[in-house]
């Protein structure tokens, strides 16, 4: 009998807490200098190693996972069981081992791009990519690297595949903030304009739709999954996002699933993430 996905993701979920056989991957938070932040000399993030790692001299895929505005780099672990996912899927044997990286981006400023007040673009991959790289056994080509995330992670994985199709083989976008919304806890922000606005800037909606067939050519080499409950206030621009790689001829595997922008949604959104990253 044929295990339908959403079976599989159940079986998965049940396998999450059950007790482990063996000791699995394992999660740290590592610091790295840093100067292209101004102000910030030294930057946060988690990494989760395969199993075995210490004691081998393989080399893995690195996948990059971007948090949501308003939280940090520890949440896929914290709210997301992050390791107890990897150890469920590499248990079933849905996924190879690989390391996965989750960088802070934050300082309250909700945005992973370029801009005066944070460079976090031009940090990530100036800075934070080389130092994964020479630190950690990585593969190092396209093929080898993917990057994912949820909310303004995931527009953020959008905006970076778009912004720099050399680097990454994958692009797994879950609920992903993409343009400017009426939002109603930004009212009241003093930042909540600013953060607006740079997010209007990156807009990919707007960057695939104007883009000219050698930069098309370029988005033809990833693979694009795009992953949001359709309860989520996001789900409309997601759609609209599929709508344009639709015009220019752009592959691409749309999830969409019964949910809401929180936790219950991007929890197995992220064991789904995993599956198909390295498929």
Known sequence: MKLRLTDFLGFVLLLMF?????????????????????????????????????NSAKQYPVLYLLHGGGCDYTQWEEFGHLSHVVDSLVEAKAIEPMIIVCPQANDNVMTWF?????YFETYFFKELVPYIQTHYRTYIDKEHRAVAGFSMGGGGSVV?????????STVYAISAYLRRQP????????LGEWR???VERNNPIKTVGASDENQQK??????????????????????????????????????????AHNWEYWRPALARALINVFK
Not at 114 to 118: F, G, K
Not at 183 to 190: A, C, I, Q, Y
């Open 18 to 54: 059950a007790p482990k056989s063996w000791a699995g991957c394992s999660t740290s938070i590592e610091w790295m200098s840093c100067n292209v932040l101004q102000g910030i000399q030294h930057r946060p993030f988690l990494v989760c190693l395969p199993e075995g790692y210490e």
């Open 114 to 118: 370029d801009d005066p007040r944070r």
């Open 160 to 168: 970076y595949g778009i912004h720099h199709p050399e680097m990454f």
């Open 183 to 190: 939002l109603d806890f930004l009212k009241n922000d003093p």
């Open 196 to 198: 607006q606005q740079v």
């Open 218 to 259: 370029q988005l033809k080499s990833m693979k694009w999954f795009i992953d949001c409950g359709s309860q989520d206030f996001t789900y409309q621009a997601n759609q609209d996002f599929c709508h344009v790689l639709d015009q220019k001829g752009i592959s691409y595997q749309y999830i969409p699933r019964d949910g």
